[in-house]
Nanobody
């Protein structure tokens, strides 16, 4: 599975962005998908995950109620709608794929997309 994240940019605090992650290769609908983020000097942080069907989602406490993960299997794309953005959301955001929804070791990673939230 090849993954490409896009949609990042510069936004003011309180604003919104929608990230997309397009997948190619093997059957997208067979994979759980996740979003992660990383800032310089810090470990990569889990943000959200979604099951292969889209019926089950899970969020980090830091984004719960503000971010929404969704997917369109027909378009082989997973999304991260980010609302009420805060400066602390600034990071490089990565998407990941794995056959297991509960994995702790995601098999496939895409290149990141930068999100910058100004105060």
């Amino acid at each position: 599975v090849q993954l490409q994240a896009y949609g990042g940019g510069l936004v003011q605090a309180g604003g919104y962005l929608r990230l997309s992650c397009a997948a190619s290769g093997r059957t997208f609908s067979s994979y759980a998908m996740g979003w992660f983020r990383q800032t310089p000097g810090k470990e990569r942080e889990f943000v959200a995950r979604i099951s292969w069907s889209g019926g089950t989602t899970y969020y980090a406490d830091s984004v719960k109620g503000r971010f929404t993960i969704s997917r369109d299997n027909a378009k082989s794309t997973v999304y991260l709608q980010m609302n009420s953005l805060k400066p602390e959301d600034t990071a490089i955001y990565y998407c990941a794929a794995d056959r297991s929804y509960s994995t702790q070791a995601w098999a496939y990673w895409g290149h990141g997309t930068q999100v910058t939230v100004s105060s």
